[in-house]
């Protein structure tokens, strides 16, 4: 198959693109290495892939351009049987400090993808959406009908991307999934996230910041798994039309996430407590019944599991990952 992974570079895109050319699949990344982490990450994931294909029956090209350029994203979308859209603005953080950002790539982005498919072949167009669309939870866990009212700018123009999908196949039947991430992570995880801040922090001797009292709670979710159920899509249509959670096996709070990682790495540190910054939801727990349900969705890395393979992992990539944690 011909697949196209829209932010291919980034941490997502990046694993589900090495894991189809390692199965033999045509991939072609967009990306245009945007510079709000290091890029550094973005280039090795990029030589991966490549050297990936080498080992393959695949193919991998990578093209470096955006996807706001609505005429390159029509020209590549004409050539893909699936699509994975991961390109985005992504991060709360960001998006409080330049809020018309997230709309300009994360919604303008969306449509140019959307309406480059609209009158194809395609197969699929899986679109990366978020958790970040509940906001204030009512109850817990969130299951896809819990209203949403998102608390950051980047929350609402994830929000406004799934509807646009939702849309697309309602009204012009183009075979649309979007998939609200809860927290991901693993090997080559953007480099400002607590989980490779902490172990970054451990490693080096120092005690892990948690921001707030750390009662905050998050369904961490490893990439493999999110991996997983964006292969199902490629060629399951069960789920066409409609918007999914995919989360974790379990619900951890920040303060015991850090201790995890703390008493894996270097017990003898005490946490740290810093401010809470604007924008991050306080509690995010998926239900994931429905892509049970529809895709078989059953996530399978328990969180103390794939913290202690990311441990592994950053170990042995400390020399040059960590300077891209420390500088983030
Ligand atoms: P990432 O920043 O590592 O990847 C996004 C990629 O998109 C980057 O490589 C970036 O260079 C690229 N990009 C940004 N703007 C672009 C543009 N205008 N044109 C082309 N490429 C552009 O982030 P990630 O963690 O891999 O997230 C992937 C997707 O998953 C995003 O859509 C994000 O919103 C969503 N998501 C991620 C998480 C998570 O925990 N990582 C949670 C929920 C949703």
Redesign the pocket.
């Given at each position: 198959m011909q697949i196209l992974v829209?932010?291919?570079?980034?941490?997502?895109?990046?694993h589900i693109a090495q894991s189809v050319v390692e199965d033999g699949h045509d991939v072609t990344v967009?990306?245009?290495?945007?510079p709000?982490?290091d890029?550094g990450?973005?280039r090795h994931t990029i030589d991966i892939c490549r050297e990936a294909a080498q080992a393959s029956d695949g193919s991998y090209e990578f093209v470096e351009?955006?996807?706001?350029d609505a005429d390159l994203v029509d020209r590549l979308v004409a050539e893909a049987d699936v699509v994975y859209?991961?390109?985005?603005?992504?991060?709360v953080r960001t998006s409080v400090d330049e809020p018309r950002k997230p709309n300009e790539?994360?919604v303008d982005?969306t449509l140019n993808v959307l309406d480059a498919a609209r009158d194809g072949e395609i197969e699929r167009v899986v679109l990366?959406?978020?958790?970040?669309v509940y906001g204030k939870p009512e109850y817990l866990p969130y299951d896809e009908d819990h209203p949403t009212t998102p608390v950051s700018p980047?929350g609402v123009s994830?929000l406004a991307g799934e509807q646009y999908a939702r849309v697309y196949n309602e009204v012009y039947g183009l075979p649309t999934v979007s998939l609200?991430?809860?927290?991901?992570?693993g090997p080559r995880?953007?480099p400002n996230?607590a989980i490779s801040n902490f172990v970054s922090r451990c490693t080096n001797g120092k005690p892990p910041v948690v921001y707030g009292d750390g009662s905050q709670t998050r369904d961490f979710?490893f990439i493999e798994d999110i991996v997983d159920v964006n292969r199902t899509l490629m060629t399951d249509d069960s789920a066409d039309g409609e918007i999914l959670n995919v989360g974790s096996t379990g619900n951890i709070d920040i303060h015991t996430l850090a201790e995890v990682i703390r008493d894996e790495i270097d017990p003898s540190l005490e946490l740290e407590y810093g401010e809470q910054p604007t924008g991050d939801a306080q509690h995010t727990h998926a239900d994931v019944s429905k892509a049970t349900e529809l895709l078989g969705y059953e996530p399978s890395t328990e969180i103390r599991e794939g913290v202690s393979q990311f441990i592994d992992w950053y170990q042995d990539n400390r020399d040059w990952y960590e300077p891209l944690v420390l500088q983030s």
């Open positions: 829209t932010g291919g570079a980034g941490f997502i895109g990046g967009l990306d245009n290495l945007d709000y982490y890029v990450i973005k351009g955006d996807v706001r859209h991961q390109a985005a603005q992504a991060g790539i994360n982005g990366a959406s978020s958790s970040s980047y994830k609200r991430y809860f927290t991901v992570y995880m953007r996230m979710t």
